[in-house]
């Protein structure tokens, strides 16, 4: 059974570094291209640690939350945009998930170890 934990926790790990890419090449082009890859991403994580009872998974769990939350706004904000089209109001709400989002990765990362 620890295997099959460390397992989870390695692929949970993985997937936090996947996230950390996508968030940079967001930041870094602007593009919206990358929110159905953050997407995938968010719902492996969820599906790993949501409901795990491993203290390590217990512990990130607000900083997972944060991440989870925001990018669900993000996604709604998204659906209300006529075309696609983002009016500055929108953006500046997007901004302000996809930084919630960049702290709480920020966090768990530094709760593991890893930064």
């Keep these: 059974m620890t295997e099959e934990k460390n ?3 390695a692929k949970f790990i993985d997937l936090l570094a996947e996230l950390g890419k996508e968030l ?7 593009e919206i291209d990358v929110f159905p890859e953050m997407n995938k991403t968010i719902k492996e994580m969820y599906r790993i640690q949501h409901g795990n009872e491993d ?3 217990r512990t990130v769990d607000p900083d997972c939350e944060v991440i989870y939350r925001n990018f669900d706004m993000i996604v709604a904000i998204l659906r209300t945009t006529e ?3 983002i009016d500055k109001g929108a953006q500046t709400s997007v901004n302000k998930f996809l930084r919630n989002i960049n702290e709480a990765l920020v966090n768990i990362v530094t709760l593991f ?3």
Excluded at 24 to 30: A, I, K, V, W
């Design 7 to 9: 397992e989870e926790l």
């Design 24 to 30: 940079g090449e967001l930041f870094r082009t602007g």
């Design 55 to 57: 203290d390590a998974f």
């Design 83 to 85: 075309n696609g089209v």
């Design 113 to 115: 170890g890893l930064v």
